[in-house]
């Protein structure tokens, strides 16, 4: 990722660049004198070796006193040309060199003011709106690292509290079932217990009602035994009794007393 306080540095790279570039497309639309100068050189290479040749191919036999200074003559003339080609061409190579070493002053003096301008130029229209525009998205994705800290935050609270309440749930459902297990327990013994009190009850009331209805028995046969044995007293009063009389009195008694049923 892009660093923002290496962007005027990136951007006076791309500057320098640029005043480089202008200067070779400077460089490439004058090429004359280099083609002039390379093709100076190239004719002065030639001409001394012609001049070479010329040497080396003169006669070796001498052919008279007559015949000496024209040949000293054709010496002195190849060899002065040979000096004068290989000097001109050493005079074309200097120059070619120093052609070429030359610093152009006010090439670099108007690449120099090139290069402020646009560095002014940056500076003001583009260097402060691309600062801010960077700054305003380093904010932003700051803010939402940011948000997405909170919101990281906020759901592991919310997870830790869900986990609880689950947790409180499980637990006040086991006391629930607990609690209903214990009213089950004490409802079922509630009921036996009423059960037990109800047929207990039932059971007395069964045994009074027995006692009551054997004593009202019990008093009626007492009576009617009162009665049986004043009838008696009576009649035994008015006559004598036999055996059979006897008998038939205490058969008749009986029969006159209440049945149980």
């Known amino acids: 990722m892009l660093r923002i306080d290496r962007i005027p540095l990136l951007i006076a790279c791309l500057c320098i660049v640029s005043c480089l570039a202008f200067a070779a497309a400077d460089e490439s639309d004058n090429p004359q004198n280099t083609t002039s100068a390379t093709t100076a050189q190239d004719a002065a290479i030639a001409e001394v070796d012609s001049a070479d040749a010329l040497d080396a191919g003169a006669p070796a036999a001498k052919e008279g006193p007559s015949s000496e200074p024209e040949h000293d003559a054709d010496g002195e003339s190849h060899t002065g040309g040979h000096h004068d080609a290989t000097d001109l061409g050493h005079q074309n190579t200097s120059g070619n060199v120093e052609d070429v070493m030359n610093f152009k002053t006010d090439l670099a003096v108007w690449t120099f003011v090139v290069f402020l301008c646009l560095l002014a130029i940056l500076g003001k229209f583009a260097w402060g709106p691309i600062m801010e525009g960077l700054e305003k998205r380093e904010q932003s994705i700051a803010s939402m690292i940011d948000e997405a800290k909170q919101s990281q935050e906020k759901a592991a609270e919310q997870l830790k509290q869900y986990e609880e309440k689950i947790a409180a749930a499980g637990e006040e459902s086991r006391e629930i079932v607990a609690q209903a297990r214990k009213d089950a327990e004490a409802a079922g013994e509630r009921i036996v217990a009423q059960a037990e ?35 008696l007293a ?12 006897h008998s038939q009195l205490i058969d008749e008694a009986l029969k006159q007393l209440p049945s149980r049923n």
């Open 197 to 231: 009190a109800a047929a207990e009850k039932q059971r007395e009331r069964a045994v009074a009602d027995i006692a009551n209805a054997t004593n009202v028995a019990l008093q009626e046969i007492t009576d009617k035994s009162v009665d049986i044995a004043v009838q």
């Open 234 to 245: 009576g009649r035994i009063a008015r006559r004598e009794l036999t055996a059979q009389d």
